[in-house]
């Protein structure tokens, strides 16, 4: 049973260190996370998982202790997903970027329960698989937090990554109304095809959401939404 989620955007941006003097544009984009963690947090979950994009392979997941990095940024600084644990010593597989994002999201809010465990999802899924994975996760008696983390369009802004796309700003509204409203229809029907040409991140991780969110009967509230060095970001909590 779903009972929370929290949904926030990934770039290695968020870490301040890695953003260095450009750390300031996301200062509001941290405090909507913060907010949206709190949510999490006073819903009491019996676990929480962290779902979040990788450009490679289908469906991987990642238990609690599993190390990250952002020294491939340049900075020596690492984070762990929760707890260590006696397995995760042996094992030192590493968080992909989302993840690692968001275990340092929740180490800077101070999360320490429920247990944590990361699952990240290939960015080409296709929705009907996503939204099963999601129905998965929730289909238990446990009382079950999501934090999503995954960005909308990377080509806003000539600058953008992707370059400029028209597309890209009514893409990026779209997805901000659904995730404000807790639309689960309108996030299933995100077009894969669309957000792979905008570089969209998180189209497969907000799919796994509508599948975990189904009859949950959760309300969404839209925290942030900007779009700075040309990239979506969206901050949503429901609950």
Not at 102 to 122: C, F, K, M, N, Q
Not at 141 to 149: C, E, K, Y
Not at 166 to 174: T, V
Not at 198 to 209: D, T
């Amino acid at each position: 049973m779903l009972v929370a989620a929290a949904v926030c955007p990934c770039p290695p941006l968020l870490v301040p260190a890695v953003a260095a003097g450009a750390a300031p544009e996301m200062d509001a984009a941290r405090a909507a996370c913060t907010d949206a963690l709190g949510v999490l947090a006073a819903a009491r979950p019996d676990r929480l998982v962290v779902v979040g994009p990788t450009r490679q392979g289908e469906v991987e997941t990642y238990p609690e202790g599993t190390h990250g990095s952002f020294r491939g940024f340049g900075v020596e600084v690492d984070v762990r997903l929760g707890r260590e644990t006696a397995a995760e010593r042996d094992v030192r597989r590493a968080l992909p970027p989302s993840l690692a994002v968001a275990a340092w999201l929740l180490d800077r809010t101070g999360w320490s329960d429920p247990p944590i465990e990361g699952l990240a999802v290939g960015e080409p899924l296709p929705p009907e698989r996503c939204i099963q994975i999601g129905r998965d996760i929730t289909a238990g008696p446990q009382r079950v937090a999501l934090l999503v983390m995954g960005d909308a369009s990377a080509c806003r802004t000539l600058k953008a990554p992707g370059y400029l796309d028209e597309r890209a700003e009514p893409f990026d509204a779209a997805v901000g109304r659904a995730l404000g409203a807790a639309d689960l229809t309108a996030l299933e029907a995100l077009d894969v095809e669309l957000a792979r040409q905008l570089m969209v991140s998180g189209r497969a991780p907000w799919q796994v959401l509508a599948g975990a969110a189904a009859g949950a009967g959760l309300g969404g509230a839209l925290l942030y939404e900007d779009a700075p060095y040309g990239v979506g970001y969206v901050v949503a909590a429901w609950s």
